[in-house]
């Protein structure tokens, strides 16, 4: 029980990025390294979920501040291949009309642009996001109107980010309850790790396994149809792809939107949640027009 409860302030703290823990006084005995980076609670961007904004607050800070990012030098991705003056010398063709957004401002090329998993006609929007994260359950009901009335001919994809341990678990067990058909428990475990505030992944792999099995058998689902979806190679495959995807996409941060697999945007950079799906349908159609 100590030890769920002390993972539980963990998630708390890591929220939607993996950075540098804050270092201890100098007088104190180092703690050991957590299982997830975290960041000073005092700084803007924390596990905890945002402040309520207040008058002095613009729009464009309160959407930075739904957007976790990553600070761990070591440990980002390269982006050589992302320049500001690529980004700058973007062809018109690949910028979209009337100047209403700006590329490199609200919305990045992904060079190289990554293939995408749709049929052809399609266009690709994928969600990278993590269980944990404030920030993408915040984003959720945006998400969820917009299914109700995008184009057909766009498909939705969501992608568990993968920076770690913790990262890891969580993306087993969406994906997991996705192999066993089980939509509706995503969301049961989305509801039960943010609002009950009760994590669905332990200190280890055993430990992982058992809160998330026992968290599926409370719903219906068996014991063992779980171990075997759990340890199938379906998961494992998943798994491995948005382990790959993660990197590719150079996420830094998360929640993250990747349209068509040309360019990424999110909260921050669209400046808000409705604005963000503003841009998503105004990207899908030039590329539906192309």
């Known amino acids: 029980m100590i030890r769920t409860l ?3 302030a963990l998630l708390a703290l890591c929220a939607c990025a993996r950075q540098e823990p804050t270092p201890p006084p100098a007088a104190a005995a180092p703690a050991p390294a957590p299982a997830a980076n975290t960041q000073s609670p005092t700084s803007p961007q924390t596990g905890a979920l945002p402040a309520p904004a207040t008058a002095a607050q613009s729009e464009t800070q309160q959407a930075t501040a739904s957007q976790e990012s990553v600070d761990t030098e070591g440990e980002r991705p390269a982006r050589s291949d992302t320049s500001l003056e690529q980004i700058a010398e973007l062809p018109a063709v690949a910028q979209l009309p009337d100047g209403k957004w700006q590329p490199g401002v609200n919305y990045v090329p992904l060079l ?40 057909a001919w766009v498909e939705f994809v969501r992608v568990p980010v993968i920076w770690g341990p913790v990262h890891r678990a969580n993306a087993r067990l969406y994906y997991t309850l996705d192999a066993l058909g089980r939509q ?19 200190d280890s792999e055993e430990q992982s396994f058992r809160l998330q099995q026992n968290f599926a058998t409370r719903n219906g689902v068996s014991a063992d149809d779980f171990a075997k979806a759990y340890n199938s190679f379906t998961v494992n495959s998943n798994l491995q792809r948005a382990e790959q995807l993660t990197q590719r996409y150079h996420v830094e941060g998360v929640p993250l939107v990747v349209v068509n697999g040309k360019y990424t945007t999110d909260v921050a950079k669209a400046g808000g949640e409705a604005k963000l799906i503003e841009l998503i349908n105004d990207l899908t159609s030039a590329e539906h027009r192309r």
Do not use: M, R
């Open 184 to 202: 509706d428990l995503i969301a049961k475990a989305y509801e039960t790790i943010q609002q009950q505030h009760t994590p669905l992944a332990g």
């Open 6 to 8: 002390a993972l539980a």
């Open 112 to 151: 190289p642009a990554q293939p995408t998993s749709v049929a052809p006609g399609k266009v690709e929007v994928v969600e990278v996001f993590w269980l944990a994260c404030p920030h993408c359950y915040a984003l959720e009901p945006f998400i969820k109107n917009w299914l109700k009335t995008k184009p």
